[in-house]
Antibody, heavy 116, light 114 residues
């Protein structure tokens, strides 16, 4: 069974760093792209970026380039999304999703709250 | 960057009645190599992660009821629900993958029951 299990909710202060995870199981992690999607409170879906764990090839949305870093550790079938300095505007739900010519499986989401 | 524009943004529907959501693209989503249309539809039910409904314009994902259908061509696309049920409430999004590995979503359409 394909599963993407994301790390738990986070509450952080502005300026802090954060790394959230997406652990994959039930498929060959290195053969599929993993994407990240943001959903701000009450808003729509925004594609952030995508990584191919097989060779770490990564593409970012222009809106998120330089704002976040996407990485993957193929030894533990886990993709990551990280921030070096959070802002209040990073408060959102973040989803990872497997790309197999479409986003066919999604994680349960990680809620990130940034507040002083 | 391809822009997707959905209409309407809010869609109140009486159970048993049909519903239709439009998605217009700023560029053609037809792939010249294979003729495939790289437009998908997702549904995000309240409190849940998005789920795939329709891929490649008109193919229903596994387990999706046949009351859902996708159609269109080039830059104009439509998601239709033949008879809306209470479980269909949520946010519907179109998404283009013509520019893979870059993607864009439409703004979302909120379907609610009257």
């Amino acid at each position: 069974e394909v599963q993407l299990v994301q790390s738990g909710a986070e509450v952080k202060k502005p300026g802090e760093s954060l790394k959230i995870s997406c652990k994959a199981s039930g498929f060959t992690f290195t053969n599929y792209w993993i994407g990240w999607v943001r959903q701000m409170p009450g808003k729509g879906l925004e594609w952030m970026g995508i990584i191919y764990p097989g060779d770490s090839d990564t593409t970012y949305s222009p809106s998120f380039q330089g704002q976040v870093t996407i990485s993957a550790d193929k030894s533990i079938n886990t993709a990551y999304l990280q921030w070096s300095s959070l802002k209040a505007s990073d408060t959102a739900m973040y989803y990872c999703a497997r790309y197999a010519d479409t986003f066919d499986y999604w994680g349960q989401g990680t809620l990130v709250t940034v507040s002083s | 960057e391809i822009v997707l524009t959905q209409t309407p943004l809010s869609l109140p529907v009486t159970p048993g009645e049909p519903a239709s959501i439009s998605c217009r693209s700023s560029q053609s989503l037809v792939e010249s190599d294979d003729g495939d249309t790289y437009l998908d539809w997702y549904l995000q039910k309240p409190g849940q992660s998005p789920q795939l409904l329709i891929f490649s314009l008109s193919y229903r994902a596994s387990g999706v009821p046949d009351r859902f259908s996708g159609s269109g061509s080039g830059t104009d696309f439509t998601l239709k629900i033949s008879r809306v049920e209470a479980e269909d409430v949520g946010l519907y999004y179109c998404m283009q993958r013509k520019e893979f590995p870059s993607f864009t979503f439409g703004q979302g359409t909120k379907l609610e029951i009257k």
